[in-house]
C-alpha cells in the first residue's frame, strides 16, 4: 500500500501518471468546481482517458490554450493534449505536479526539408547542323 492508495483523491496527481513520458487525453468536458479545503471555484478537466478529472491551474490553463490556440473552454473539448509529471517549486519545496503540452504531429510540427544531393544531368548531345541542300535550279551547266 501507499499513500495514494491510502488517501484516494477524486482527482488527478501526478502520482496517476507514469513515472516517465508523457500520455495523450482527449477532453471529453469541463466545469467550475468548488475544489479544496476553501471550496474555491476552478475549472476541473475531465478527459475520455481517465475516471479522476484535473484541476486546472493558471500554468495548466495558459498551456492549454497555447497548445489548442483558444482560450475557450468551449473549444477545447474533443481536442487532445499530454500530460506528464513534472518537478517544480511550490511554497519553497520541489513537489511532482501535472503538467501539460501539446501533442506534435506530422501536420503540428515543422517539416524541415532534407538536404537534396546534387543530380548530375548529363548535357543534351548536340544535333549535328543541317547541311543546306544547294538548289538544283541554281547550279549553272
Same mark, same amino acid.
Given at each position: ?14 502520482? @496517476?501518471? +507514469? @513515472? ?9 468536458? =469541463? ?6 479545503? @476553501? ?15 484535473? $484541476? ?17 473552454? %468551449? ?5 487532445? =493534449? ?20 501539446? $501533442? ?7 517539416? $524541415?526539408?532534407?538536404?537534396?544531393? !546534387?543530380?548530375?544531368?548529363?548535357? !543534351?548531345?548536340?544535333?549535328?547542323? !543541317?547541311?543546306?541542300? +544547294? %538548289? %538544283? %535550279?541554281? $547550279?549553272?551547266?
Amino acid at each position: 500500500m501507499n499513500l495514494s492508495t491510502a488517501f484516494p483523491s477524486k482527482y488527478l496527481t501526478a502520482a @496517476d501518471l +507514469p @513515472d516517465e513520458g508523457s500520455q495523450a487525453v482527449t477532453i471529453e468536458k =469541463i466545469g467550475l468546481e468548488e475544489v479544496g479545503r @476553501d471550496k474555491e471555484t476552478k475549472p476541473v478537466i475531465y478527459f475520455e482517458e481517465f475516471h479522476k478529472a484535473l $484541476i486546472c491551474n493558471k500554468t495548466n490553463g495558459r498551456a492549454i490554450a497555447r497548445a489548442l490556440g483558444s482560450e475557450e473552454f %468551449d473549444e477545447w473539448v474533443g481536442r487532445r =493534449i499530454a500530460i506528464y509529471r513534472a518537478e517544480v517549486e511550490f511554497a519553497g519545496e520541489m513537489v511532482e505536479a501535472i503538467r501539460v503540452k501539446a $501533442i506534435r504531429t506530422p501536420a503540428t510540427t515543422r517539416q $524541415i526539408p532534407a538536404k537534396k544531393k !546534387p543530380v548530375h544531368t548529363p548535357e !543534351p548531345e548536340a544535333e549535328p547542323m !543541317p547541311v543546306e541542300e +544547294p %538548289d %538544283d %535550279d541554281e $547550279i549553272p551547266f
